[in-house]
């Protein structure tokens, strides 16, 4: 099994800055793509960011030259570093990845997100 934790939500003014982290947990193998989503009350869920095992990023149009997300793959840990964030980023923001796992000896492949945080801007 591999779990997901996010961390380091908050409540921020308009302006502000906040790091979300993403840690995973189990018997982790290799990590191909890790995202970042988020959902707002009564919105669907959207992309915010990707970014790909060798590091290639893709940003939602909204999020462009504000957020930047990355990963430490020593460790299987990502984040998203949020900036001049405006009251429109209120969202939980859930982390998600993609890749392999070892089950009972086992190459398994995985996808799985994490459980979401709270990042509440204040006007």
């Known amino acids: 099994q591999v779990h997901l934790v996010e961390s380091g939500g908050g409540l921020v003014q308009t302006g502000g800055s906040l790091r979300v982290s993403c840690q995973s947990s189990?018997?982790?193998?290799?990590?191909?793509?890790m995202g970042w989503y988020r959902q707002s009350p009564g919105k669907q869920r959207e992309l915010v960011a990707t970014v790909s095992g060798d590091g290639e990023t893709n940003y939602a149009d909204s999020v462009k030259g504000r957020f930047t997300i990355g990963r430490d793959n020593a460790d299987n840990t990502m984040y998203l570093q949020m900036s001049g964030l405006k009251p429109e980023d209120t969202a939980v923001y859930y982390c998600?990845?993609?890749?392999?796992?070892?089950?009972?000896?086992?190459?398994?492949?995985?996808?799985?997100w994490g459980q979401g945080t709270l990042v509440n801007v204040s006007s």
């Open positions: 189990g018997q982790v193998l290799r990590i191909a793509d």
């Open positions: 998600t990845a993609r890749g392999n796992f070892a089950w009972y000896g086992q190459d398994r492949e995985f996808e799985v």
